[in-house]
């Protein structure tokens, strides 16, 4: 059977002030309707400008709070499943970097960020807790939709993990920092995940100063298919299910592999260690 959907990244500048960014992903809900969008994809941490150190705890809420539960009522007339990164408190005193997925009101998946961003001389770890569910999946119109947050994207073993597990497209909220070649590893990034995986990728990127925004669809073969520069606005392309089956007929990388992924997380306590170097990017 052949499932088609119409997906879209939605593209904005958050801002400190969550009452500013849910109006503006409001917005964007309301002219993805009028495109008929079926999965909308926001950046990571849409709730609030992706802060540093105490201001990520400062700004996080929980998952009924007013930035999910404004987001969710306003969605929720349309036949849209809308994915959204915000940042919830966690036990230790941190707050996890997580993706809602949510249609109709309910939220049907959430994914808490994996791989933190300890590297470029920038600590995630200190204000952000590691996630331990290793691959979170749902479906949208009869397709197998895979979540993943912005540095994820940067370990092949997630995606490969996601596309076992039935994955046909990637949904990858992301705030990548712009500066040397970082709009280059952006780009090679996700074309990789989806050529290797053959499935589609959905990129939200962050808008604003010190990012590359670039949000993105990347069809299974690699090409892209919707993509914007800068700015506020929507990436709109349609996903479809014949064209992931051909992909993987013609280059059926899913059947050939020889190991598949033991999905156990790493301990936290080494997550945390990475080699300081100057140029952050998340």
């Known amino acids: 059977m ?20 849910l109006a503006r992903c409001r917005e964007l809900v309301d002219r993805a309707a009028a495109e008929g969008v079926e999965l909308l994809v926001f950046p990571e941490a849409s709730i609030a400008r992706l802060p540093d150190g105490a201001r990520a705890v400062t700004a996080a809420q929980p998952l009924d709070g007013p930035f999910v539960a404004g987001l969710l009522a306003h969605a929720a007339p349309h036949p849209m499943t809308v ?24 939220v049907v998946a959430t994914y808490r960020k994996l791989h933190l ?4 001389g920038i600590r995630e770890s200190d204000s952000i807790a590691p996630g331990q569910q ?4 749902f479906t949208v119109g009869g397709l197998t939709v895979g979540l993943m947050t912005c540095y994820d994207v940067r370990f092949p073993e997630l995606a490969r993990l996601l596309a076992e597990r039935g994955a ?34 959905v990129g939200a990127g962050a808008a604003g100063p010190h990012r590359v925004a670039d949000s993105l669809v990347i069809d299974p073969a690699g090409a892209f298919v919707s993509r914007l520069d800068d700015g506020r606005g929507l990436a709109v392309a349609t996903a479809d299910s014949d064209e992931v089956a051909r992909a993987r007929a013609l280059s059926p990388l899913m059947k050939q592999r020889r190991f598949t992924i033991n999905p156990v997380p790493v301990p936290a306590d080494r997550a945390g260690s990475a080699t300081s170097t100057p140029n952050g990017e998340h």
Do not use: M
């Open 2 to 21: 052949t499932y088609r959907i119409r997906v879209a990244a939605a593209q904005f500048a958050p801002v400190e002030d969550w009452r500013t960014n």
């Open 83 to 106: 994915v959204v990164g915000t940042l919830v408190p966690s036990d230790d005193g941190r707050a996890f970097n997580t993706l809602v997925a949510a249609r109709g009101g309910e």
């Open 117 to 120: 961003y300890d590297a470029y």
């Open 134 to 137: 290793p691959a979170v999946t």
């Open 168 to 201: 046909q497209l990637l949904a990858l909220p992301a705030a990548w920092f712009d500066g040397p070649l970082k709009r280059v590893h952006w780009e090679t990034l996700c074309r990789a995940r989806a050529i290797e995986n053959t499935c589609y990728l």
